[in-house]
């Protein structure tokens, strides 16, 4: 895990993601937050501005990413939901969208590589409501908008 003032840390949050990313963490999360406002999704705003907050601590570079230039991620919305669990402010339902905002993409980018990660998360999805579902795929469209 990275400190706050580590180079990982700093530069993930300020500068660089990866190529999914045009921009750092914070850039990112207030676009999120502009495009869930904008569509006047206020329900979606305290997972917007949460939704990567472990970021920055999990970022780390594979042999590939020190080539390119660019960070990895791994696990960053478990991070976050486990960096959010315990505050009594936020939501159960706040903390249920972090730690799940990025099963959708999960499940699809696993089903080849990992077939049984892929199971794994297609579970936790069907295990979830419907709405809860539909919120995610909004989010999820909030969260892409993001990235550009």
Excluded: C
């Excluded at 999914?20 to 305290?46: E, I, W």
């Excluded at 696990?75 to 505050?87: A, L, V």
């Excluded at 979830?128 to 995610?136: I, N, R, T």
């Amino acid at each position: 895990m990275n400190k706050v003032f580590s180079k990982p840390f700093l530069l993930t949050l300020f500068f660089k993601q990866n190529k999914y990313h045009r921009h750092g963490v914070l850039v990112h999360t207030l676009k999120v937050l502009y495009h869930t406002v904008k569509n006047k999704d206020y329900k979606l705003l305290p997972s917007a501005l949460l939704h990567d907050i472990g970021k920055p601590f999990v970022a780390y570079q594979d042999e590939e990413d020190v080539v390119t230039g660019e960070w990895s991620f791994t696990d960053h919305e478990e991070k976050s939901y486990q960096i959010i669990k315990n505050w009594n402010f936020i939501s159960g339902y706040t903390k249920k969208m972090v730690r799940y905002h990025y099963l959708i993409r999960d499940i699809k980018k696993h089903k080849i590589e990992d077939p049984k990660r892929s199971a794994e998360k297609k579970m936790i999805w069907d295990s979830l409501d419907e709405d809860m579902q539909e919120d995610l795929r909004r989010f999820i469209r909030y969260d892409d908008l993001g990235k550009v």
